[in-house]
Every structure is written in structure tokens, then in C-alpha cells.
């Protein structure tokens, strides 16, 4: 076994060596040991503060591993190993702010490498800190970083935050200097970053002419017939936006979705046992859940909702089904593993954050664990978004989705399966959770905004607020809504199946409720 005498005469390299592969086999008390003589022996090497730093917040010495870091960060700003290694613990306890913040240091005041930009924005957006995100990209491409993988990232988080006239800007540069481009979706976004009225407007040219490539993949030939459906259909040329779309939803692979296998799991939630309720503590927030089918008016209820000044809308969060899974698996489901699940989760939700007491889980499929959200927040509010069958569909068929749980998005025939799927399920809801689920009609929110955000208020117990007051904050809104949700609220969509019936005879299966 080597010994600290052993190594006196040895370089830096070697004493990390050493540690690290102590810590390897798990003897993290040696690791330590040795890495503290190695700080006494090599008192201005970094590497070895970051290693003693790693080695301590496995032991559990949090404090010690951020104090190393932070020392190593005032000597060095720019150590990005150092800054990560901080900003990873720091979100590992749930200080979210804090770790963007050991991020912004390291990224704004110095030019970094590309992907290394990347790999902090995409880390700073995972843990639902987008505007810091956008940040972080703008400095590196304010310092001439030209990396078009770069520009349509920050366009895609430019556009979540309603900064779209940049967004575009990115986009463009993306499509012009990458052909791959186009099939990470740039065409597509750059078509949701505003509402078209000019029928000259140069985005139709440089959709056609993009689409005459000989060479173009199915992926990127469909997201070009969605970003020209969309030009289309703000146009009013239905009929030229309806045979785009149906071009483009036939090239999309949705194999990997299937019809037998979602009704089978809608069957095994309804016939589910019901799941122990936890009690939940005296100052706990309030999670309020916003579901429903997609394209049902989820976004515009999160949106408004958010503009009170004791609300949070934390967006479309991916938290739920993975805290689902996890208690699918366990042995024996019990109240201590609902703490504990809980617990993360409103951690993750409040990100430290105590002047507001309800907080805006919008994710649209968190109709599957209504049961799950009951037996972790008796708390909690659902609000169930709800909309006309056909235009449900219709606005469904006319997205392209990144995401492949919505891989139903391109079939009417599963598109009908999951609307029925998400009212069986919402129906049993509204029957075992009483008045925690509140119903909302997209149709009523779009003609009244006012009168059922203060009805939604009252049921919650929350102070009255003027929705009409655009949220001032810097805040994400990461769905396909991302433009219409930042207008004034408007109902030209009530009724859009009807220009469509013609075109998309489809529709005339879905009920016109």
C-alpha cells in the first residue's frame, strides 16, 4: 500500500493518481488523508483541491467541498473543472441558484470553448434555470463563438424565454452555416417565432427552396412541410397548409408508439389499488398540476396563473413519471418512501424560493399519475384543461413534436386513443379526489380569462391578481405554445377545425363537444 512518505519525492500526478484510486476501491478516509498532505505538499496546485474536493462531498463534508472549490474559483474564475464540479453540487442539494451561479462566473466573463458552452447552458436548462441558460450561450456567441450547434440552441432557449426576434436571428444563422440544421428542427422553430401575415415573407422562399433538395431525409423533409404548414395555416391558405401537413405527419416513424399498449396501460391505472396518502407538513407549498390532453389550453392556464406574484409556473416538468417509475418499482410502497419522494420533488420545485406559496407543475401527461400526485401532495390542486375534440386534434396533427412520448401526434387514430385514455382517467380522478380537481374549458379561459382565473383562484384560496399584467420575470415556457402564449389571450382558435373539414375529413370522427 503506498504510503504519503512513499510519495514525497513523487509529482502532483501522482499523489492524485493515488487518491483517486483509494476512492475507487471506497476507501475514502485514505483518499482524503492523502489528498490533504498532497494540498500541505503542493499548496497552489488546483487539481489537487478539486480531487480533495470530489472526495469530500462523497464523505459527505459538504461544506469542505464547497469551500475548496470556491477557493480554487477566486484564484482561477475560469476553471471550468472546478465550476462544474461546484455548480454539480450544488444542484445535487437542491441550490439551483447557486449553481448557476459557480456556472455564469466561469461562462460570462471568459471565452470558452464551444462545447463546453453547450454542456453548461444544457445542464443550467435541466435544472429549469433557462434564462441563465440563454446567458451563458449569448456571452460565447458575443465573443465571436460562431458554432451554428450553438446559435440554434440559444435560439430554441431565446424562444422559451419570448425573446423571439433574436431567436430568429440564431435560427437563421444556424440554417445558413449547418445543413444539419434542419433536421434538428430549425426550420420548424423558426416558423413558431411569430404569427406570418406577409404572403412575401422571405421564410416561404427559404422553406421551398430547402425543400427541392434532393438529398433530405425523412425527418428533415417533414420538419420543412411543418414549418411551411404553419406559414400556411397563419396566412389562411388552408388548403395548401393542410397538404403540408399531411405530407409532413406521413413521414414521421410513430412505429414505436402503440395503440394496444396505451390503452392497456389507461386499463392498469384505472384498476390500480389506491396508494397510501401521506400527510404533509404545516409549511409545505402547494403544488398545482396542470394537465389534460396536449394543445388543450394546458399552457395558456400554467401562463396566467403564473403572472401572481405567489404563484410559480415552473413550466413542463419531467419529474413526475420518473418518481412514478420509481415507486412502480419498489418492493413495498409505504408513507416513508412518499416523504421521501416528496420531498425531492417540492426541493426541486421551490429551488429555494419562499415568497411564493403555489408553484405550476405543467406537464400535459400528468393525467397518467393523478393517483400518485394524491398519495404525495393531499395538498395539490389538478386542473384539468379541456377543449373541443376536433380542434384537440387538429392542433395536435398540426405540431411536430421533439418528444417521442408524443409519438401518437401523427395518427388520428392515435390521437383518439389518448383523448379517450386522458378522460377515462380524469373522470376517475374527479371520482376519488373530489374537489382537488378543478375543471377548466379552453374556450371559457380564452373568452373570459379573468372570470375563471379569479374562480380558480377563490377554489385554491388564492388573492385575487390582474392576469391581464404580462409576467415582468424571466421565465421559460418550453411547449409549442411558446409565442401564442405570450399574446394577449385571444379565441381565434375556437372553432379552427372548420376551416379544416374540408381538407382534413378526418376530423368529422372526433366528437365537436
Known amino acids: 500500500m503506498t504510503t504519503i512518505e512513499s510519495l514525497a519525492a513523487a509529482p502532483v500526478e501522482r499523489w492524485i493518481g493515488e487518491a483517486r484510486d483509494l476512492a475507487l476501491r471506497n476507501d475514502l478516509r485514505a483518499a482524503e488523508t492523502l489528498l ?12 489537487v483541491g478539486i480531487a480533495l474536493a470530489s472526495v469530500c462531498w462523497q464523505r459527505g463534508e459538504h461544506d469542505d467541498a464547497r469551500a475548496l472549490l470556491r477557493e480554487t474559483l477566486r484564484r482561477q474564475p475560469a476553471h471550468l473543472a472546478a465550476a462544474f464540479t461546484l455548480a454539480r453540487i450544488e444542484a445535487e442539494q437542491s441550490d439551483f441558484p447557486a449553481a448557476e451561479e459557480a456556472l455564469r462566473r ?12 453547450l454542456r453548461a447552458a444544457k445542464m443550467l436548462a435541466d435544472w429549469g434555470r433557462k434564462p441563465g441558460a440563454v446567458d451563458v450561450c449569448e456571452a460565447a456567441i458575443a465573443s465571436g463563438d460562431v458554432d451554428p450547434k450553438l446559435h440554434l440552441y440559444a435560439a430554441a432557449l431565446l424562444g422559451q424565454i419570448g425573446e423571439f426576434e433574436r431567436a430568429r436571428e440564431r435560427y437563421e444563422f444556424a440554417l445558413d452555416h449547418d445543413p444539419a440544421a434542419i433536421e434538428a428542427g430549425a426550420a420548424y422553430g423558426l416558423a413558431t417565432m411569430q404569427r406570418y401575415t406577409d404572403r412575401e415573407h422571405s421564410d416561404r422562399a427559404r422553406f421551398e427552396y430547402a425543400l427541392e433538395r434532393s438529398d433530405l431525409a425523412d425527418a428533415e423533409r417533414a420538419s420543412l412541410l411543418f414549418a411551411l404548414g404553419k406559414l400556411h395555416d397563419d396566412l389562411g391558405e388552408f388548403a395548401d397548409a393542410a397538404n403540408c401537413l399531411r405530407r409532413a405527419n406521413a413521414l414521421i416513424d410513430h412505429s414505436a408508439w402503440s395503440r394496444r399498449n396505451w390503452r392497456r396501460l389507461v386499463d392498469a ?36 396563473l403564473g403572472r401572481s406574484p ?18 412502480a418499482n419498489a418492493g413495498r410502497v409505504d408513507v416513508a418512501l412518499l416523504d421521501d419522494i416528496a420531498a425531492e420533488y417540492l426541493s426541486k420545485l421551490q429551488q429555494g424560493e419562499r415568497d411564493a406559496r403555489w408553484f405550476v407543475d405543467k406537464q400535459p401527461l400528468n393525467f397518467l399519475h393523478a ?15 379541456r377543449r373541443n375534440a376536433r380542434d384537440t386534434a387538429l392542433s395536435i396533427w398540426s405540431q411536430h413534436f421533439g418528444s417521442t412520448e408524443y409519438r401518437f401526434a ?13 378522460a377515462k382517467l380524469m373522470a376517475r380522478a374527479a371520482n376519488t379526489s373530489g374537489s382537488r380537481v378543478i375543471d377548466v374549458r379552453y374556450e371559457a379561459i380564452a373568452q373570459h380569462p379573468q372570470t ?15 392576469c391581464s399584467r404580462a409576467d415582468e420575470r424571466r421565465h421559460a415556457i418550453g411547449t409549442a405554445s411558446l409565442w401564442q402564449a405570450r399574446q394577449p389571450v385571444y379565441t381565434a382558435s375556437i372553432g379552427r377545425w372548420r376551416a379544416y373539414a374540408e381538407f382534413v375529413p378526418e376530423l368529422m370522427g372526433f366528437s365537436d363537444d
Not at 405567489?310 to 415507486?327: I, K, M, Q, Y
Not at 401523427?410 to 386522458?422: E, Q, S, T
Open 36 to 47: 490533504r498532505a498532497a494540498i500541505a505538499r503542493f499548496p497552489d496546485n488546483d487539481e
Open 310 to 327: 405567489l404563484v410559480r409556473n415552473r413550466g413542463e416538468l419531467d419529474w413526475l413519471p420518473h418518481f412514478a417509475e420509481r415507486v
Open 371 to 385: 393517483d400518485l400526485i394524491r398519495a404525495l401532495f393531499p395538498q395539490a390542486w389538478i386542473v384539468h384543461c
Open 452 to 466: 375563471i382565473v379569479d374562480a380558480i383562484a377563490a377554489t385554491i384560496g388564492a388573492p385575487r391578481f390582474d
Open 106 to 117: 466561469a461562462f460570462t466573463g471568459f471565452a470558452q470553448p464551444s462545447d463546453l458552452v
Open 410 to 422: 401523427y395518427d388520428f387514430d392515435d390521437i383518439a386513443a389518448v383523448l379517450r385514455g386522458c
Open 269 to 304: 391505472r384505472l384498476a390500480a389499488k389506491p396508494l397510501p396518502a401521506r400527510t404533509p407538513g404545516a409549511e409545505e407549498c402547494v403544488p398545482i398540476f396542470v394537465v389534460g390532453a396536449p394543445r388543450s389550453g394546458t399552457t395558456l392556464v400554467a401562463e396566467l
